[in-house]
């Protein structure tokens, strides 16, 4: 499936349709651009994944997020959060559809079982690789799109992936330096940490560090480099100690891990 069809495809399986939609399907499907029988397909592992639980998030960044957030006492930088957690229920749909192609895969391993193996080893593998390429369309897609929503499922979709490219690495470190919204930029970190062993990765978090004048994010990116035990981590710190009118419990923050690094 096309990267730029991406999000036609998700609003047929979930039901957000219109005629103008229908008529653009239709047009992709007489020009041979969308195969029937692939849209077949991933509409029975959609409809198959309803029941299928969600990958919890990260506990270690959420159990920081959470005692962050529980000392911050301005009551709209909290509900910034709460509307983050919300806004994660909204990728059920997609995660639960990237799971029932997995379930799909694992089906026809089984299924095949008194077969020989080499036989159908082929075609699992090919499904596998689909899988993978599409969820990496999705992200790549929907965290170019105006919606915060949509990229906080392009960001929660990243989670699920098996191992991410370079190109999903610099776009989930995009959105963490330039996104509009804290929310965004925060799953974005939390979604980036597991990769820190990536010097690609690593590098863009540390250099991250000067480009966010938001406490949350300031406080997050702190914490995490504490966790990484990232010594690089220091100057840029150091630095942000010397902005004039930095918030109070971002400071505190920020020194109290300063003094965990150096």
């Not at 195969?35 to 029975?44: A, C, F, K, P, S």
């Not at 690593?202 to 990484?228: C, F, H, K, N, T």
């Amino acid at each position: 499936m096309k990267e730029q069809h991406t999000l036609l495809i998700m609003d047929y399986l979930e039901g957000n349709w219109n005629p103008a939609k229908e008529a653009q399907l239709q047009q992709l499907i007489a020009s041979g651009e969308i195969n029937t029988n692939e849209l077949t397909d991933w509409q029975q592992i959609y409809q198959q994944s309803g029941g299928l639980p969600t990958p919890a998030p990260s506990a270690r960044m959420r159990e920081n997020f959470y005692t962050m957030l529980g000392e911050w006492d301005t009551a709209p930088k909290l509900s910034w959060w709460q509307r983050f957690s919300n806004s994660l229920n909204g990728s059920v749909r997609v995660s639960q559809l990237i799971a029932g192609a997995l379930v799909l895969a694992v089906g026809i391993a089984l299924g095949f079982w008194l077969s020989p193996a080499q036989r159908y080893e082929s075609q699992i593998v090919h499904l596998s690789s689909e899988v993978q390429q599409m969820r990496e369309a999705m992200v790549l897609t929907l965290l170019e799109q105006p919606s915060a929503m949509q990229r906080l499922k392009a960001v929660s979709i990243s989670t699920d992936l098996s191992s991410a490219t370079d190109k999903v690495h610099h776009a989930l470190l995009r959105t963490l330096n330039e996104d509009a919204q804290v929310n965004v930029r925060l799953a974005a970190l939390e979604a980036l940490l597991p990769y820190a062993q990536d010097s690609l990765v690593r590098q863009g978090l540390v250099q991250s560090i000067a480009q966010q004048d938001d406490p949350l994010m300031q406080i997050a990116l702190a914490q995490a480099m504490v966790e990484l035990q990232e010594k690089k981590a220091v100057e840029p710190l150091e630095d942000l100690l010397e902005q004039e009118n930095l918030n109070q419990d971002a400071k505190q923050t920020i020194e109290n891990s300063l003094k965990v690094l150096i």
